[in-house]
């Protein structure tokens, strides 16, 4: 799988970056300095186990969005696509 761009990002300016999580595994593209359309073009490799059952979960964040304690609150978007 390839992560490639984003242009659906409508809030000012962004650091946005991308994970994607496959089961258990979480990969993340590097962020992006002040955009609202990003291009990653990182490469990313999971292992399918069932074709039927397993998602993709798709999540795109802000790189310094966070809450007071240090944990990101808020996605920008999420996507979820079953194989």
Not at 34 to 43: D, E, G, S, V, Y
Not at 49 to 76: A, K, Q, R, T, W
């Amino acid at each position: 799988m390839k992560i490639i761009q984003s242009s659906f990002l409508v809030k000012g300016s962004l650091d946005p970056y991308c994970e994607i999580t496959v089961g258990s595994l979480t990969l993340k593209t590097p962020f992006v300095k002040r955009t609202i359309k990003p291009k990653w073009n990182a490469p990313m490799q999971f292992l399918l186990y069932n074709f039927v059952e397993d998602i993709i979960h798709i999540n795109i964040f802000d790189h310094e969005y966070f809450s007071p304690n240090g944990v990101l609150f808020d996605y920008l978007y999420i996507y979820t696509i079953k194989i």
